[in-house]
């Protein structure tokens, strides 16, 4: 069965670090696209970064830039974030995404909009908080 599942997850103190995890298993991640997209208790979800099937080409929102590091290892058919200098506002479910279409992951990391891409992780918890 093709899924996406990530990892990583955890409670942490504000300035803390955490490296999320997404792992694809039953197809190519090489082939795709992968966006991180997170959703705080109450809020919209909302795109972090994004990253190219090949790894070449990477993006972050304002507000994770300088802080996040996206990456990919396609040998290990994963994508991941490392997440430094975490700050309470960073706290939410945080979800991956894979597609073919490249552009439409960097769309809805841009500006969210609910309608479908390729494959969906159930989400991690991350939690800042002292």
């Known amino acids: 069965q093709a899924q996406l599942v990530e990892s990583g997850g955890g409670l942490v103190q504000p300035g803390g670090s955490l490296r999320l995890s997404c792992s694809a298993s039953?197809?190519?991640?090489?082939?795709?696209?992968v966006g991180w997209f997170r959703q705080a208790p109450g809020k919209e979800r909302e795109g972090v970064s994004h990253?190219?099937?090949?790894?070449?080409?990477?993006y972050y929102v304002d507000s994770v830039k300088g802080r996040f590091t996206i990456s990919r290892d396609n040998a290990a058919n994963t994508v991941y974030l490392q997440m430094n200098s975490l700050k309470p506002e960073d706290t939410g479910v945080y979800y991956c995404?894979?597609?073919?279409?490249?552009?439409?992951?960097?769309?809805?990391?841009?500006?969210?909009?609910?309608?479908?891409?390729?494959?969906w992780g159930r989400g991690t918890l991350v939690t800042v908080s002292s």
């Open positions: 990253i190219g099937a090949s790894g070449g080409t990477t």
């Open positions: 039953g197809f190519a991640l090489d082939l795709y696209a």
């Open positions: 995404a894979a597609d073919l279409d490249h552009a439409k992951i960097a769309t809805l990391v841009v500006s969210w909009a609910d309608y479908g891409l390729d494959y």
